[in-house]
């Protein structure tokens, strides 16, 4: 599979959306002791009778807050010194969403600027449909956003980005990094054993498993290694038995599929394996799985579906008893989400993140088939799109997790 070695323009790393004023270190300190950071400020207003809304309990009117979207907690902020408690810093309002119970998907889209290559993430707000950005990963180095690979821990809020490239020098990586969302930041965590890039990535009961993928000579490697998130180290596990780079993977049925990509039409049939961690063994995938896999996949309703980069980007699902693939009833994507693009979904529903960030929203249906067991389904799809505003129309998908919160 052909690949493009982009270039990428890494900015200091600052908090996105900061201001670049610095300030005194005299002033800082005057900053963190003032009644605003300090939690035990909220609970001396409550004490002189201060509501949060006039009117209400604060425990209704703290439900109510928490709902508000982030693109509005700028001018909500400057409504009172509770307000700006509470909304003042994103640490604190996932915090407290958190201790509410709050667990909304938030769609969160790797991108990089098409001209200069600067990557950082944006986050979808699912629930309002409104963007906002987190601050930006600590890389140093000028790397190509494609050799990254990102999983994601949905329910405990917290996104992985492993690996990647240095596009200069064209070096792989063996850089982990995790992001809370209820904290908002970035730590460095340990490194991988081998440095990769181009490789496959996937979840399995809550342990990270990466495998294959471009070498530091550029050489496909065979390797595989696992990441216990609450131990933080890395282990390897079985070879794959063949070096290869990887297009696509996903996780079905408590496996690893891997697949390293097609051309059209096919030259060489495409390779594909797949691991089982409770065996620790490396399989050949089937023959029509690996060959009808032409696109980004994800699963839902326990079963394997690709947008196809082919045959108009309609959507299809894998048949594992006749080793097939099956067409979905209802429309291609929409004609506003143009290649590349990212794929990911909660639930039922499954995300599509096309060049400058459009969003195609795909509602899966099924109803069981006539005459047919009870694994035998008929799936639809419905789409709608969420428009980017103007300011994301120069940025390009490279990746897409969803994260509860």
Not at 95 to 121: M, N, S
Request: glycine share 6%; hydrophobic share 40%; proline share 6%.
């Amino acid at each position: 599979m052909q690949r493009v070695r982009l270039s990428s323009q890494q900015a200091p790393v600052l908090k996105l959306g900061d201001s670049q004023i610095t300030l005194s270190p005299k002033f800082r300190l005057a900053v963190i002791q003032s009644s605003l950071m300090d939690p035990s400020s909220e609970l001396e207003l409550s004490l002189r009778g201060e509501p949060l809304i006039p009117g209400l309990p604060d425990d209704v009117a703290l439900n109510c807050l928490l709902r508000l979207p982030v693109e509005s907690h700028t001018a909500s902020k400057a409504v009172c010194k509770r307000w700006h408690l509470l909304l003042g810093s994103k640490e604190r309002f996932f915090t407290r969403r958190k201790e509410v119970g709050f667990k909304d998907p938030w769609l969160f889209v790797f991108a990089f600027h098409k001209c200069t290559g600067k990557i950082q993430w944006q986050v979808l707000d699912l629930t309002h449909f409104s963007w906002h950005t987190i601050p930006a990963m600590p890389c140093k180095d000028k790397v190509c956003p494609h050799g990254f690979r990102c999983v994601a821990i949905p329910h405990e809020g917290t996104l992985f980005v492993c690996g990647g490239m240095v596009s200069d020098v064209d070096c792989p990586l063996d850089l982990v990094l995790k992001y809370e969302m209820q904290k908002n930041r970035w730590t460095v965590v340990n490194q991988m054993v081998s440095a990769r890039s181009f490789f496959a990535s996937g979840v399995i009961d809550g342990m990270i498993y990466v495998a294959g993928g471009n070498s530091a000579d550029l050489f496909e490697l065979d390797s595989a290694e696992v990441l216990d998130p609450a131990e933080g180290s890395w282990r390897s596990i079985a070879s794959m038995g063949t070096n290869m780079s990887s297009y696509d993977a996903a996780v079905l049925d408590g496996k690893l599929l891997v697949t390293e990509g097609w051309l059209w039409p096919f030259y060489v049939s495409p390779r594909g394996q797949v691991y089982d961690p409770r065996t620790d063994n490396w399989e050949s995938m089937a023959v029509g799985l690996r060959e009808g896999w032409t696109g980004s996949s994800v699963v839902i309703y326990g079963h394997l579906f690709v947008v196809s980069e082919l045959e108009r980007m309609k959507l299809k699902v894998y048949d594992a008893d006749t080793d097939s693939w099956e067409p979905i009833e209802g429309l291609p994507l929409p004609e506003q989400i143009c290649k590349p693009f990212a794929v990911n979904s909660c639930d039922c529903t499954i995300y599509v993140v096309g060049r400058n960030l459009h969003v195609a929203v795909g509602n899966i249906s099924r109803v069981s088939r006539k005459g047919s067991s009870e694994n035998k389904w008929h799936f639809s799809v419905r789409w709608h799109v969420v428009d980017a505003p103007d300011n994301l129309s120069d940025f390009t998908p490279s990746s897409s997790q969803v994260l509860f919160a």
